[in-house]
């Protein structure tokens, strides 16, 4: 079958693959849309793994259910990515997200399970979740970065009155400053180096206010808006100036949530963490329970992830849209692909 593969840097190749095999075990799905992650975005600048299949945000329509004896040909489903080892202290304690193992087999994120950027998969039968009716194709696409901002927002701890700053207007971005205002924060502000993604997030309605991250009295403004900084900082973009922004508009003893990845080592003025006394924490993925409650928010009609989506695209696309991703100045969000086109 056709699939979209790494080939090199920021280069990707249209590659025949073998059709996944039933097993008795894993669930085989018939792909019917897959999101474009941020994270695939890095690896796809790095080049590598070469011959890697991309895509672990993805709706699917059950064509073997493996040893999910619940589930039946033509069931629509989801999945979780990750690859948790089910037997180690995080497994146990509920947070497979954090396993030493839950990314060596994640599916589109690892060579030996090929993701949704092909029309067939197979995928680990435990991480499967059937999804009601009332969600569309393209919603259940986006569980996953859903899960991942509510994740990022239960990590912050955010409370009734908050002041929040999410640095980056990415999807990830989005959904966090999203579910900060479900959680009852009173002001939230989104920085972006791309104003047609600051001024996307105040029409949709997730943020308050955006400041151009450019802007050379950014520091500033931000702070000066909110008298001390921010209580809270959400940082979901990864490189040094974000998240060196992220210590500088957080107030003394504030929160500060990296969620952003960068595949490299970065600097950043950690000085600035010890003087304030501030709460560094990483937020990775997110739980079981985190990934279910948000199939059950858009299904409850309590969250709509359909405006994030700006279009969709085939598999001869792809390239094209990882370029027009990156280029700074798009005002696309989530990219779907529908691999049979
Ligand atoms: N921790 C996790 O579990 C997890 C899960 C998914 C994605 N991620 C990471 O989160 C990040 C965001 O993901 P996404 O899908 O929204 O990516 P994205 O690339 O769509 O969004 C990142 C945004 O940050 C903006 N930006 C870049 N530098 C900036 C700066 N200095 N200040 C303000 N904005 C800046 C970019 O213009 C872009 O709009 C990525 O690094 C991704 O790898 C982490
Ligand atoms: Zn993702
Ligand atoms: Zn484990």
Redesign the pocket.
Known sequence: MRSVAIKGVKEFEIKEIEEPKSDGYNVIIDVKKAGI???D??YWVSGEPIGLVMGHEYCGIVTDPGRRTDLKVGDRVTALPISPCGICHACLSGNP?YCIHTWDKATGLSLTNPGALAPKMAIRPDMVYKVPNNITDEEVAMTE?AA?GL??VHLADVKVGNRVLV????????VSAMFAKMEGASYVAI????PK?GEKAVQLGVADEWFN??DPEFSNKVVSRTYEGFDIVIE????A??VT?SLTSVKTGGTVV?????LEPITIPTVLAVMHELKVL?????TKEEFRTCIELMANKRINMLKFLSKEIGLEDVQSAYQE??S?TSDS?KILVDPNK
């Open positions: 992650c941020g994270s975005i890095h997200q970065p991942v994740h990022a640095i980056g207007g990415g999807i990830i971005g989005l920085s972006e180096t791309n993604r991250a450019l979901c973009c990864g490189n100036p974000a922004s990296l969620v952003g990845v960068s990483g937020a990775i993925a997110y991703l990156t700074g969000i």
